[in-house]
C-alpha cells in the first residue's frame, strides 16, 4: 500500500496529496503531553479546551523560528505579513506566555536591516522576554557577531546559555557555526563540555528544554537535517526523567521519543519546505497562496508542575492545530523547490 495520500476527503483547506499517511491531522486542532519521556496527544474540541489547559499550566511559553526577514521569493514574497499573523496568533493566546523561544534564521542574509526589521515587529509580543539562538542565515557575513552584539549578549561562546524558569531548566545552544559535509549541525568540543557541566549540579527530576536550530536528531542527514555531534549532547542527560528538545530549520512539524527524550521541529514563519526526500533538495516550497498560511505557525508550550509534563500545541497561521509525526515516503506532487540549505 502507498504512503502518500491519494485523495483529500476534508473540506478544510490543505491539499493532502504528496503528505504522509503517517501524519496526523486533527480537524479541531492537537495539544501533545510529555508524560514520562512519551508525547500523547488528543483532539481540542474548541477554544474552551484550549483555555483549560491553559490555565492549569504553571508555565507557558510559545516558540517561533525561521522567519527569514529579508526572503522575497514566490514561495513566500512577504515573510514580514506572515511573520505579524504569527505575532497576533502568540497575542490571542489565552494566557500570555511569559517568553518566547525564536529558534534561529531570524533573518535571510544576516543584513542589519532584516535584523532590524525583526526587532522592530518582535516588540510587539504581548511576552516578557525573547530568547535566540542563531540559524545559518544569521551567522552568513562576520562569522555571527553582529547576531551575539544584538541578540546573544551575555551568552557564552557563540551564543550559548541556560536558565531555569519555574523548575524547568532551559539551554540554548548553537550548532550552526561549523556545518560538516552536506550541512549537518555541529556543537564543536568547547560547548558539549560547556553543557556537560551546565547540567552537573540538577537533580535528576529537573524537566529539562534544549532548544538549537537545526534538529539534534537525524531527520534526513542526506539533507544537512541533523547534527553530527548531537549524541553526545544527549548522552549528558540520560539521567534526566523529562528532556524536550525543540528546533526549527526544517519548516515543519516533525516528532520523535527515545526513551527520555522527546524531539519536536517547528513551522516556520516564512514559507513550508518540501517532507525529507520528496524532492531533489530542501528549499522554499512554493504552494498555491491560499494554503500558505496552513502551512507557516506557532508553538505553544504548557509546563506542569508536578506532573513534569509539556503540552507541544502547534498553530498554523491559518486553520486548525496539528500535529506530526515523522517518516520517509515517496516523493510528493507539485513541489516547486528552489536550490537551498534550509
Given amino acids: 500500500m502507498s504512503d502518500i495520500i491519494k485523495e483529500n476527503l476534508n473540506p478544510d483547506g490543505v491539499d493532502r496529496r504528496g503528505f504522509l499517511k503517517c501524519m496526523a491531522w486533527a480537524g479541531t486542532g492537537t495539544i501533545c503531553l510529555l508524560q514520562g519521556g512519551v508525547l500523547k496527544s488528543f483532539a481540542l474540541d474548541n477554544v474552551a479546551a484550549l483555555n483549560r489547559t491553559a490555565s492549569k499550566s504553571d508555565l507557558v511559553f510559545a516558540q517561533i523560528s525561521d522567519s527569514h526577514i529579508g526572503f522575497d521569493k514566490a514561495a513566500n514574497p512577504d515573510v514580514v505579513a506572515t511573520l505579524k499573523v504569527a505575532i497576533d496568533k502568540i497575542n490571542a493566546l489565552p494566557i500570555a506566555p511569559e517568553f518566547v523561544l525564536h529558534t534561529g534564521d531570524l533573518s535571510h542574509l544576516s543584513k542589519p536591516s532584516e ?11 504581548r511576552t516578557g522576554r525573547i530568547f535566540y539562538v542563531p540559524g545559518e542565515h544569521d551567522v552568513l ?16 561562546g557563540d551564543g550559548w546559555y541556560s536558565f531555569d524558569q519555574k523548575g524547568v531548566h532551559f539551554i540554548g545552544l548553537v550548532n550552526v557555526m561549523n556545518l560538516k559535509a552536506g550541512g549537518l549541525g555541529s556543537l564543536g568540543r568547547e560547548q558539549l563540555e560547556w553543557l556537560e557541566d551546565d547540567v552537573k549540579h540538577l537533580k535528576s527530576s529537573t524537566p529539562v528544554v534544549l532548544f538549537a536550530h537545526i534538529p539534534l536528531w537525524s531527520v534526513y542527514p542526506e539533507w544537512g537535517w541533523g547534527t ?20 526549527g530549520h526544517i519548516h515543519q512539524i516533525m516528532q520523535k521519543v527515545e526513551g527520555n527524550v522527546a524531539f519536536h521541529t517547528a513551522m516556520s514563519t516564512a514559507f513550508p519546505q518540501p517532507v525529507p526526500g520528496t524532492a531533489p533538495s530542501p528549499g522554499p516550497m512554493k504552494v498555491p497562496a491560499e494554503k500558505l498560511r496552513t502551512l507557516l505557525g506557532v508553538t505553544n508550550v504548557n509546563f506542569v508542575r508536578g506532573r513534569h509534563t509539556l503540552a507541544v500545541v502547534d498553530s498554523p497561521l491559518v486553520g486548525e492545530s496539528t500535529t506530526f509525526q515523522q517518516r520517509i515516503s515517496r516523493p510528493a506532487e507539485e513541489a516547486d523547490v528552489s536550490s537551498y540549505g534550509g
Avoid at 141 to 156: I, L
Fill in 115 to 125: 535584523f532590524d526589521t525583526l526587532e522592530q515587529n518582535l516588540k510587539s509580543l
Fill in 141 to 156: 557575513n562576520d562569522n555571527g557577531a553582529q547576531y551575539r552584539d544584538r541578540f546573544g549578549k551575555g551568552a557564552k
Fill in 228 to 247: 553530527d555531534d548531537s549524541a553526545q549532547a544527549l548522552g549528558y542527560l540520560k539521567r534526566f526523567g523529562s528532556v524536550t528538545v525543540l528546533n
